[in-house]
């Protein structure tokens, strides 16, 4: 009699739990699905990261590879191979001098694109704090981000010449208004309870401005600095292609003159990895800091 009802609890307890792996009461474990590929809004990462921006150069390279081998012999001078371009950038650097050229174009862009911040990151504070000089400027600002920048380069070589001057000065056209843009956003878009907490604690104007704004917009305006400093890249060889004896746009110049292909490809080439070395230091630096900002990613 007790074994039989010892047999029938312990069926009765292996059939209420399942297969016995959880006890009367409790729900199984869930276990998420798999991410996939495309999922939307889905998670990657740091090693995920790394591996697929290496496997999209790797494809980048394969697509340009491919375009050479595909291109009839007699043109392939206009489409040269990745090793052609690679050798005549390293060409370059050990028997041309281009290690210069290099360091005058980064110094060009960096030079300007700071005399740029300086008068960006104030004018955007201001306009974003006070919304009566946001009224006053920003028409302005916002109407002279439609002008081309490439529309100064007769102005300016009238104005200044072929000089050096001339050439950082068409930088800092063509990125000065899109960054007061959006340094004003970065502003505008700092919590109003913030300020009216400061306010409701008796700070001051500046304290409010420097303190609490400019230091909650930060990581914001920096990461619009590195966007930006993008769009000076991309206006380097207009910069450097009027009159220039120097920087990579004239070489590139040269290059064309001579339908050397792959020249114009390896400053191409060049202009892309200083991008992303710029790009990188930039991430790296807001690292630093802004860690809190990170730890909430």
């Not at 050439?167 to 959006?182: D, P």
Request: some cysteine.
């Amino acid at each position: 009699m007790n074994e039989n009802a010892q047999t029938e609890s312990a069926t009765g307890t292996a059939s209420a739990t399942g297969n016995g792996s959880a006890p009367i009461g409790q729900a199984p474990l869930f276990k998420p699905p798999r991410e996939g590929f495309l999922e939307l809004r889905g998670t990657v990462s740091r090693g995920q990261t790394i591996i697929l921006g290496f496997l999209g150069v790797i494809a980048l390279f394969l697509i340009w590879e491919v375009a050479h081998y595909l291109t009839p012999d007699y043109q392939q001078k206009f489409v040269p191979s990745v090793g052609q371009v690679t050798s005549k950038v390293f060409f370059l650097f050990a028997e041309k001098g281009y290690i210069a050229d290099v360091a005058k174009s980064v110094y060009r862009i960096y030079l300007s694109f700071f005399v740029a911040c300086l008068v960006a990151i104030p004018l955007g504070i201001l306009m974003g704090s006070f919304i009566k000089m946001r009224a006053l400027i920003n028409p302005t600002v916002g109407g002279l981000r439609y002008l081309p920048a490439a529309s100064f380069v007769p102005l300016l070589l009238v104005y200044f010449g072929p000089t050096d001057f001339a050439k950082m000065a068409l930088l800092f056209l063509g990125c000065v208004f899109f960054l007061v843009a959006l340094i004003l956003d970065n502003i505008e878009a700092v919590p109003r309870a913030l300020i009216e907490s400061a306010q409701t604690m008796g700070a001051g104007r500046l304290h409010i401005i420097f303190r609490v704004t400019f230091r909650a917009a930060a990581p914001q305006i920096l990461d619009s600095m590195r966007n930006m400093i993008a769009v000076s890249w991309t206006y380097l060889v207009i910069a450097e292609i009027v009159a220039a004896t120097d920087g990579i746009g004239a070489v590139m110049m040269r290059g064309a003159r001579f339908l050397h292909v792959d020249v114009i490809m390896g400053g191409i080439l060049t202009i892309g990895v200083l991008g992303v070395l710029t790009d990188i230091t930039f991430r790296v630096a807001a690292h630093f800091l802004f860690p809190h900002t990170h730890a909430r990613r």
